[in-house]
């Protein structure tokens, strides 16, 4: 099936996902419309730890087997999880101002984010800075392992720290507990973001492919 | 133990070169000593303030002045190539890391607990009657930011601009360590001082698990 | 100074490649060194004789391609620890006297009396009297020296030299080219890169020339290896 298909069918999901969050699911009591935006936050986020959990299983693949594809795969889904890192951190805010009357708030999921983009924003950084292939892959990947073991520390310690400090009272976790209809339009959205996903990292995973087939001629000629 | 008997023979040839020139422990003591002075400027550092603000801002001097001391960790190695003759040498390549990581920590521990009379005296807290305690988080802490330290100062060695890509490595990472290591500090500089059990728990559990990591990747990290 | 018993260990390089990226380092070379050989590489800078003893020590690891160590008999034997490597570095530390580094990697490797051995060898390449003096106070020619001690330290089966007369003194040239028919006669095997002919090329047994990663010749035979050791610079 050609990308621009699929492309085709995402964007058709996301527009009915779209339609069925603001109206098949019901307006929420307390927040009211701006809780929409939630739809987009949470899977954003969902997705984005998918991308990152490929990019720690092509870490881990690519020490072990030193295969240029696990490396390709990596850069990939580290550079698409930022986009959708990105995505969470710009409506975080929008949705935290009208209801909390602040921009940011240093609440545990969402300074995760935050970190978390910090430290995959590091990796890309590296990358760029090693210029011998397998060298950059081997020790972007070495520090990919690092940071992605670093995750769960995070959460847990920013967790522990914000529960002594007063904060404002965030929804209860998501999931729990939530009107059927809202729980539809959360699940299709995810899996269509999911979608986007998989397509954006198939597609910047057949680009490196292609720089990699590119660098060899060049190199090949440069022989000859 | 082989691991062992390496660690301390490796770890003998650290400290001796260090003393001999003591280049790292006297520039690291006066970064941090700046560093101080300078925070101090920037809030009246009365004892009410500085019970807030002091224990976060002595851990931000410590977390900075770490990612300049352990920058030439592994660049001193490779200036004769003496890295390759370690790798030839020891039986585990993970004596390496723990001979390095334990000299950092004792450079690190060393130099925090030559600051801290400063500290004290520059920010007016009390510190005599928790100064063991005081040094137990100092330790756990040190050791949270050597481990992950000594890793990414290989990591950096290999890239370009590696004065600025090992703090940028390494700081996100260490977000975790900063936390708990304020809390507890703030917790022992308190009117009531308290020994927080739970962040020093923490700590040791970060410890543990790039302790861990290291031993299984280590050997990948001295690849060239 | 009685040697410790070892297994006299060839090399053999079978399909060795080595790619840096795309660019290649080493192709397809495949070489079969026997026990006791002395074999010079020779060949322009960035043909791949560094690589090559790199793999050899197992500090490179190669691309493609299998390296082991067979006896005398071709049976495949565990010669980890029993290799010498001499690079282009010194890999010794410039912050420690002489003693302190042979002292130290005599430790790691396990050494029996490491005190003995480090004495032992700084007497052979006649740095006795500066045993006590960084080694950043030394000449090119001595650091070499201690360079050469250090690898020597383990009595290696299989010695790797890079280049190794590079920095010395016409001295130092007769002590190593001495040295190295000392462990010719002794049956240890040896594999160096040249650098145009001299005394220590003269030893060889048989000579190798690598261009742009592969061997383009490789003799045993005396007017040839003159050929090619002398067309090194070519």
Redesign the interface.
Known sequence: MKSSFKAAILFVLIAVTGYLAFYYAPIERSMGVIQKIFYLHISCAFSAFVAFGTCFYANLRYVFTREAKSDWLGVSAAEVGLAFITVVLVTGPIWAHPVWGIWWTWDARLTLTFVLGLLYLSYLLLRSMIE???KRALFSALFGIFAFLDVPLVYFSIRWWRTQHPQPVILGGPGSGLEPRMRVSYLLMWGALTGVLILLVSARYRLEALR?SV??LR??AE?R | M?VLA?TT??LG?EL??EF??RELLTTTVVFILVVVVLFSFTFDPSAGESRRFGPGLLWLSFLFAASLMLQPCFLREQ????L????????DPFSIFLAKLSANTLFLLLTEVLMLPVFAILYNVHILGVFLQLVLVLFLGSLGVAIPGTAFSAISAQARMRELMLPLLLLPLLTPVLIASTEATRALLDANPVLRADWLGFLAGFDVVFLTALWLFGEYLL?? | MTAPPFTPTGIRFANIEK??????ALRRVSLEVRPGELVAFAGRNGSGKTTLL?IA?????ASSGSLSFPGPSGETTDSASR?G?V??????????TAE?NLL??A????IGDPGARAGALLGEVELSERRKSLVRTFSRGMRQRVAIA?ALLNEPAVLLLDEPATGLDPQGITWLAHTLSRMRVEGRTVLMSVHGESAISALATRAVRLD?GSVVADTMAGSDMRAILSFANA
Do not use: I, W
């Open positions: 011998e292939p397998d990699a660098e060899d190199r090949e022989v | 082989a390496d023979v490796l040839k001796r070169t001999r020139s200036n004769n190539d003496t390759s003759a370690l790798r030839l040498s020891v039986r690849e060239e | 790619r840096f990226g795309s660019l290649y790199r020590a197992r500090l490179v690891r290799t490597f690079a282009h570095a010194t890999m010794v530390y410039d912050e420690l302190e130290l990697f430790r790691l490797q396990g250090r742009a």
